[in-house]
Protein backbone atom coordinates (compact mmCIF):
# COMPACT_ATOMS: atom_id res chain seq x y z
CA UNK A 1 0.00 0.00 0.00
CA UNK A 2 2.80 2.38 0.53
CA UNK A 3 3.67 2.11 -3.05
CA UNK A 4 0.17 2.64 -4.28
CA UNK A 5 -0.23 5.73 -2.08
CA UNK A 6 3.11 7.08 -3.63
CA UNK A 7 1.85 6.23 -6.89
CA UNK A 8 -1.36 8.40 -6.26
CA UNK A 9 0.67 10.72 -4.56
CA UNK A 10 2.54 11.32 -7.94
CA UNK A 11 -0.88 11.58 -9.60
CA UNK A 12 -3.39 11.56 -7.48
CA UNK A 13 -2.10 14.80 -5.27
CA UNK A 14 -3.61 16.29 -7.91
CA UNK A 15 -6.98 15.68 -7.82
CA UNK A 16 -7.71 19.03 -6.45
CA UNK A 17 -7.21 19.70 -11.10
CA UNK A 18 -6.98 22.15 -13.68
CA UNK A 19 -6.13 25.37 -13.60
CA UNK A 20 -7.57 28.48 -14.67
CA UNK A 21 -6.63 29.59 -17.59
CA UNK A 22 -2.97 31.42 -18.18
CA UNK A 23 -1.76 29.98 -14.68
CA UNK A 24 1.38 27.75 -14.72
CA UNK A 25 1.79 25.06 -11.08
CA UNK A 26 5.30 26.24 -10.63
CA UNK A 27 7.41 29.35 -11.11
CA UNK A 28 11.02 28.81 -12.58
CA UNK A 29 13.41 27.81 -9.68
CA UNK A 30 10.97 26.83 -7.20
CA UNK A 31 11.06 23.62 -5.43
CA UNK A 32 9.19 22.00 -3.09
CA UNK A 33 9.69 19.02 -1.19
CA UNK A 34 7.21 16.66 1.00
CA UNK A 35 7.63 14.07 3.36
CA UNK A 36 5.33 11.18 3.12
CA UNK A 37 4.32 8.92 6.30
CA UNK A 38 1.97 5.73 5.58
CA UNK A 39 -0.34 4.84 8.87
CA UNK A 40 2.16 4.24 11.46
CA UNK A 41 5.51 4.06 9.42
CA UNK A 42 7.16 7.75 9.45
CA UNK A 43 9.22 8.90 6.49
CA UNK A 44 7.86 6.11 4.36
CA UNK A 45 8.53 8.56 1.27
CA UNK A 46 9.87 11.46 -0.45
CA UNK A 47 7.90 13.30 -3.13
CA UNK A 48 10.49 16.57 -5.15
CA UNK A 49 8.61 19.10 -7.14
CA UNK A 50 10.95 21.71 -9.21
CA UNK A 51 10.18 24.46 -12.09
CA UNK A 52 12.09 25.51 -14.54
CA UNK A 53 11.54 27.63 -17.32
CA UNK A 54 12.20 26.73 -21.05
CA UNK A 55 13.22 29.75 -23.50
CA UNK A 56 14.73 27.33 -26.27
CA UNK A 57 11.67 26.63 -28.36
CA UNK A 58 9.64 29.05 -30.28
CA UNK A 59 7.51 29.59 -27.24
CA UNK A 60 8.43 29.89 -23.95
CA UNK A 61 7.24 26.96 -21.31
CA UNK A 62 7.68 25.44 -17.88
CA UNK A 63 9.05 22.33 -17.68
CA UNK A 64 7.72 20.77 -13.94
CA UNK A 65 9.86 17.42 -13.04
CA UNK A 66 8.27 15.46 -9.71
CA UNK A 67 10.18 12.72 -8.44
CA UNK A 68 8.92 9.91 -5.75
CA UNK A 69 10.52 7.27 -3.93
CA UNK A 70 10.31 5.48 -1.21
CA UNK A 71 12.53 6.04 2.13
CA UNK A 72 14.03 4.24 5.00
CA UNK A 73 12.30 1.16 6.10
CA UNK A 74 9.69 1.29 3.46
CA UNK A 75 12.66 1.47 0.67
CA UNK A 76 13.77 -1.81 2.52
CA UNK A 77 10.00 -3.37 2.38
CA UNK A 78 9.49 -1.82 -0.68
CA UNK A 79 11.73 0.15 -3.12
CA UNK A 80 9.84 2.53 -5.58
CA UNK A 81 10.91 5.45 -7.77
CA UNK A 82 8.97 7.67 -10.13
CA UNK A 83 9.37 10.86 -12.08
CA UNK A 84 6.54 12.74 -14.02
CA UNK A 85 7.79 15.91 -16.52
CA UNK A 86 4.81 18.33 -17.57
CA UNK A 87 5.32 20.71 -19.87
CA UNK A 88 3.24 23.67 -19.73
CA UNK A 89 2.79 26.85 -22.81
CA UNK A 90 3.34 29.84 -20.75
CA UNK A 91 1.49 31.89 -22.99
CA UNK A 92 -2.10 29.69 -22.71
CA UNK A 93 -1.08 28.14 -19.18
CA UNK A 94 -1.78 24.45 -21.13
CA UNK A 95 -0.65 21.70 -20.55
CA UNK A 96 1.01 20.58 -23.75
CA UNK A 97 3.22 17.20 -22.96
CA UNK A 98 3.56 14.70 -19.99
CA UNK A 99 5.92 11.58 -19.75
CA UNK A 100 6.11 10.06 -16.65
CA UNK A 101 7.85 6.74 -15.32
CA UNK A 102 8.37 4.45 -12.60
CA UNK A 103 10.06 1.26 -11.03
CA UNK A 104 8.76 -0.98 -8.44
CA UNK A 105 10.47 -4.08 -7.60
CA UNK A 106 12.72 -4.11 -10.61
CA UNK A 107 9.79 -3.82 -12.95
CA UNK A 108 9.53 -0.54 -14.96
CA UNK A 109 6.07 1.54 -16.47
CA UNK A 110 6.85 4.86 -18.94
CA UNK A 111 4.20 6.55 -20.96
CA UNK A 112 4.09 9.45 -22.54
CA UNK A 113 0.67 11.97 -23.71
CA UNK A 114 0.90 14.91 -26.29
CA UNK A 115 -2.60 17.50 -26.02
CA UNK A 116 -4.06 19.19 -28.72
CA UNK A 117 -6.50 21.07 -28.24
CA UNK A 118 -7.35 21.74 -31.73
CA UNK A 119 -8.77 18.57 -32.19
CA UNK A 120 -9.51 17.55 -28.66
CA UNK A 121 -6.84 14.68 -28.94
CA UNK A 122 -4.34 13.08 -26.77
CA UNK A 123 -1.93 10.78 -27.91
CA UNK A 124 -0.83 8.18 -25.41
CA UNK A 125 2.26 5.95 -25.60
CA UNK A 126 2.64 3.32 -23.50
CA UNK A 127 6.21 2.88 -23.98
CA UNK A 128 7.27 0.12 -21.93
CA UNK A 129 4.62 -2.25 -22.96
CA UNK A 130 6.10 -1.81 -26.58
CA UNK A 131 2.37 -1.01 -28.07
CA UNK A 132 1.19 1.53 -30.37
CA UNK A 133 0.15 4.87 -29.69
CA UNK A 134 -3.59 5.50 -29.12
CA UNK A 135 -6.03 8.82 -29.26
CA UNK A 136 -7.88 9.77 -26.41
CA UNK A 137 -10.49 11.71 -26.54
CA UNK A 138 -10.44 15.04 -24.22
CA UNK A 139 -13.48 16.03 -22.18
CA UNK A 140 -14.95 19.06 -22.13
CA UNK A 141 -11.73 21.33 -20.29
CA UNK A 142 -8.07 21.78 -20.10
CA UNK A 143 -6.44 19.24 -18.59
CA UNK A 144 -3.53 18.66 -16.41
CA UNK A 145 -2.12 15.65 -14.68
CA UNK A 146 -3.24 15.48 -10.89
CA UNK A 147 0.01 16.42 -9.45
CA UNK A 148 0.13 19.31 -11.14
CA UNK A 149 -3.88 19.97 -10.60
CA UNK A 150 -2.90 20.25 -6.79
CA UNK A 151 -0.58 23.07 -7.48
CA UNK A 152 -2.70 24.42 -9.50
CA UNK A 153 -5.37 25.26 -6.81
CA UNK A 154 -2.65 27.73 -5.26
CA UNK A 155 -4.75 29.90 -7.89
CA UNK A 156 -8.19 29.77 -7.03
CA UNK A 157 -10.00 31.64 -4.18
CA UNK A 158 -12.89 29.37 -3.21
CA UNK A 159 -14.95 30.17 -0.01
CA UNK A 160 -16.59 27.64 2.12
CA UNK A 161 -19.24 25.72 0.51
CA UNK A 162 -18.09 27.01 -2.96
CA UNK A 163 -16.48 24.67 -5.59
CA UNK A 164 -14.87 24.33 -9.10
CA UNK A 165 -14.92 21.75 -11.95
CA UNK A 166 -11.53 19.89 -12.94
CA UNK A 167 -10.37 18.03 -15.73
CA UNK A 168 -7.27 15.45 -14.85
CA UNK A 169 -5.42 12.86 -16.20
CA UNK A 170 -4.55 9.62 -14.54
CA UNK A 171 -2.39 7.53 -16.93
CA UNK A 172 -4.62 6.89 -19.87
CA UNK A 173 -7.70 7.79 -18.07
CA UNK A 174 -9.31 11.58 -17.75
CA UNK A 175 -11.44 12.22 -14.46
CA UNK A 176 -14.23 14.92 -14.72
CA UNK A 177 -14.01 16.18 -10.80
CA UNK A 178 -15.97 18.65 -8.85
CA UNK A 179 -13.49 20.12 -6.20
CA UNK A 180 -15.23 21.24 -3.35
CA UNK A 181 -13.35 23.78 -0.66
CA UNK A 182 -14.87 22.04 2.72
CA UNK A 183 -13.27 24.83 5.45
CA UNK A 184 -10.82 26.58 6.49
CA UNK A 185 -8.35 25.16 9.04
CA UNK A 186 -4.64 25.92 10.88
CA UNK A 187 -1.75 23.36 10.09
CA UNK A 188 1.58 23.03 11.90
CA UNK A 189 4.28 21.55 10.07
CA UNK A 190 8.25 22.06 10.09
CA UNK A 191 7.99 25.23 8.29
CA UNK A 192 5.66 26.83 10.84
CA UNK A 193 1.27 27.59 11.53
CA UNK A 194 -0.56 27.97 8.26
CA UNK A 195 -3.80 29.26 8.18
CA UNK A 196 -5.42 26.92 5.41
CA UNK A 197 -8.28 26.14 3.06
CA UNK A 198 -9.00 22.70 2.56
CA UNK A 199 -10.30 21.22 -0.41
CA UNK A 200 -11.95 18.29 -1.31
CA UNK A 201 -12.17 16.36 -4.82
CA UNK A 202 -15.11 14.34 -5.76
CA UNK A 203 -16.83 12.87 -8.81
CA UNK A 204 -20.30 14.37 -8.62
CA UNK A 205 -21.08 14.58 -11.99
CA UNK A 206 -19.87 10.68 -13.23
CA UNK A 207 -20.40 7.54 -11.91
CA UNK A 208 -17.43 7.43 -9.45
CA UNK A 209 -14.19 5.30 -10.56
CA UNK A 210 -10.78 4.19 -9.96
CA UNK A 211 -9.73 5.02 -6.15
CA UNK A 212 -12.66 6.89 -5.86
CA UNK A 213 -15.15 4.25 -6.73
CA UNK A 214 -12.90 2.39 -4.08
CA UNK A 215 -14.30 4.84 -1.46
CA UNK A 216 -11.06 6.24 -1.18
CA UNK A 217 -11.26 10.15 -0.51
CA UNK A 218 -8.29 12.94 -0.98
CA UNK A 219 -8.02 16.21 0.97
CA UNK A 220 -5.46 19.10 0.05
CA UNK A 221 -4.76 21.86 2.68
CA UNK A 222 -3.66 25.34 0.63
CA UNK A 223 -2.09 28.11 2.97
CA UNK A 224 -3.80 31.47 2.67
CA UNK A 225 -0.16 33.27 2.54
CA UNK A 226 1.10 35.06 -0.12
CA UNK A 227 2.87 31.62 -1.89
CA UNK A 228 -0.36 29.80 -1.48
CA UNK A 229 1.35 26.46 -0.90
CA UNK A 230 -0.22 23.13 -0.49
CA UNK A 231 1.07 22.38 2.50
CA UNK A 232 -0.10 18.91 3.10
CA UNK A 233 -2.13 16.54 1.39
CA UNK A 234 -3.78 13.10 2.30
CA UNK A 235 -5.03 10.35 0.81
CA UNK A 236 -7.56 8.07 2.90
CA UNK A 237 -8.06 4.06 1.87
CA UNK A 238 -10.47 1.65 3.71
CA UNK A 239 -7.05 -0.01 5.47
CA UNK A 240 -5.36 3.23 6.03
CA UNK A 241 -4.35 7.15 5.21
CA UNK A 242 -1.53 8.13 3.36
CA UNK A 243 -0.01 11.99 4.16
CA UNK A 244 2.20 14.38 2.96
CA UNK A 245 3.44 17.34 4.78
CA UNK A 246 5.71 20.05 3.24
CA UNK A 247 9.04 20.08 4.90
CA UNK A 248 11.20 22.41 2.46
CA UNK A 249 10.51 25.14 0.23
CA UNK A 250 12.43 27.14 -2.42
CA UNK A 251 11.19 30.30 -3.55
CA UNK A 252 10.88 31.26 -7.09
CA UNK A 253 14.65 32.86 -8.70
CA UNK A 254 12.27 35.99 -8.94
CA UNK A 255 9.29 37.04 -8.04
CA UNK A 256 5.82 35.94 -9.72
CA UNK A 257 3.49 37.58 -11.44
CA UNK A 258 0.59 37.62 -9.21
CA UNK A 259 -2.11 34.49 -9.16
CA UNK A 260 -3.94 34.01 -11.88
CA UNK A 261 -1.77 35.62 -14.19
CA UNK A 262 1.11 34.12 -16.35
CA UNK A 263 5.28 34.76 -15.15
CA UNK A 264 6.51 36.99 -17.75
CA UNK A 265 8.52 34.83 -20.14
Sequence with gaps: MIARFLRLSLA???????????????????????RVSWAIVPGAGEIKISGRQDNSGPTPTMVVTTTTATRRLARMLLPFDAEARSIFDLQTGKLVSLHESSTQKGKQSEHRVTFNYDTRKAIYT?????????????????PTDLMMGLLQTRTW?????QKRDALVLF?????????HMARYEDVSTSLGKFRTVVLEPRMDKTPPKGMFRRGSSVRIWIAQDSHRLPVKFEVEFKIGTGTATLEAYVPPAKSPAPHGTNPRP
Aim: proline fraction near 9%.
Design 12 to 34: CLGTAAAAAAGTVPLHDGEQLTY
Design 126 to 142: PVSKGEPARELDIPEGD
Design 157 to 161: DLKPG
Design 171 to 179: DDDFYELTI
